[in-house]
């Protein structure tokens, strides 16, 4: 008898097939890819040298951006309906090409009519106690991450701390968050030579956002944190360094709000743009059919049920059915459209998993392609209607 092969940490295995352990994750959350065993006490999963063959399979598909309930439908359906779901992406990706070189030609023949001296792109436009914390991050990633939390920033400054993202850098990585108490926008990014104490600095979101452009042009940089404030240089030693003043006000405890978040009731995978689109236009056309109807951000409600997710206008009995896999006890759940649209708005690829927990809780909105951002977005009460 020969004894069972060993299992494989998440890390491991990740290497394996290519996909990082954040994407691990999130295919155990959805019920794509389980692993063969989850250790109760510490949480830590372990998979199987048996599973390459389909977490490969994942990954090749999700790199030619199949939606994920095609991916399932591929993996586990009918091989008549995996064919024919892969040749409508193949369709839908080369007619989606087709029409971008259209649009590019036509911008190319426009920059030639202006002239070659108006052309171009713009500089600005591209792309504790103790002693001092440094610590080294990319410099796109850290431009992505500015991009994604700072639209969840208070714009009215009724609590100062609140119009500024927080950088807490702790030990093996760094946290860029944002909250307006209604939307909180958070990425965790990996870091490199860290020296100094654990330190949260605050800084304006304006300030924050007008450096992401300026970091991108490099492949990384160095953050020096103070309690008087921060310093960002390249980390080829280029002479270019910037000086980013603070806020001085107490951020929320971000952990405790994450802590306090429940198992969800219910999981939804849904096509991102999709649904943005639809709680926009849903949103701007009211429960009586008549755009402004119940003002240009009246409620939407979500209601996923087996493979669709229904948005519909609150007051209306229909609304518009999305393709999505929805897993759990079903629970509809209402938004202002302008707050979900933009928390979908920030996060990448083209689904989103939302992790329903009650109708009166905070919806954990989860990029799907990026399991290093996540935000929390706040549903809103629907009124009763009145008796008739």
């Known amino acids: 008898m020969t004894d069972p092969e060993p299992l494989l940490t998440i890390s491991s295995f990740a290497r394996l097939v290519g996909l990082s352990p954040s994407a691990l994750r999130f295919y155990d959350d959805c019920d794509l890819l389980r692993p063969v065993e989850v250790d109760a006490r510490s949480g830590y999963r372990y998979y199987a040298a048996a599973q390459e063959h389909r977490a490969v399979l994942i990954r090749r598909l999700r790199e030619i951006d199949v939606p994920l309930p095609q991916v399932r439908l591929v993996l586990d359906g009918q091989r008549e309906e995996a064919h024919r779901a892969l040749e409508a992406h193949v369709a839908a990706t080369q007619g989606r090409a087709r029409r971008a070189g259209e649009v590019v030609a036509d911008l190319v023949a426009a920059l030639t009519v202006e002239g070659d001296g108006a052309g171009g792109v713009a500089d600005g436009d591209r792309g504790a106690a103790g002693g001092p914390t440094t610590v080294s991050v990319g410099g796109p990633e850290l431009a992505s991450a500015i991009r994604q939390v700072a639209p969840a920033a208070a714009q009215v400054p009724d609590v100062p701390a609140l119009t500024g993202v927080l950088l807490d850098i ?152 999305l393709n999505a896999v929805c897993t759990g006890s079903p629970e509809p759940i209402a938004f202002r459209p302008s707050l979900l649209a933009a928390a979908l708005e920030t996060s990448v690829g083209p689904d989103v998993l939302l992790e329903v927990i009650a109708s009166d809780r905070p919806v954990v909105v989860r990029s799907a392609d990026q399991g290093t951002f996540t935000t929390l977005v706040m549903p809103v009460r629907v009124t009763a209607p009145a008796p008739g």
């Not at 909250?179 to 926008?185: C, N, P, Q, S």
């Not at 304006?204 to 940089?221: F, K, N, T």
Request: glycine letters at 8%; a negative charge; proline letters at 5%.
């Open 170 to 321: 702790t030990g093996a990585e760094l946290v860029v968050i944002a909250t307006d108490r209604y939307w909180l926008a958070m990425r965790t990014l990996p870091t490199h030579a860290v020296d100094g104490p654990d330190r949260r600095v605050l800084v304006p979101v304006d300030e924050l956002s007008a450096l992401a452009a300026w970091v991108a042009r490099y492949d990384r940089v160095v953050l020096r944190a103070t309690s008087a404030g921060l310093t960002v240089a390249p980390a080829d030693g280029a002479a270019d360094v910037r000086d980013v003043p603070l806020l001085v006000d107490e951020f929320p405890s971000y952990r405790v709000i994450f802590e306090r978040v429940d198992t969800p009731r219910q999981r939804v995978i849904v096509d991102r743009v999709a649904l943005q689109r639809t709680v926009l236009a849903t949103g701007a056309t009211g429960a009586t059919g008549a755009t402004g109807a119940t003002g240009a951000d009246g409620p939407v409600v979500l209601a996923a049920d087996g493979a669709a997710l229904t948005v519909r206008a609150e007051g209306d009995d229909e609304g518009v059915r």
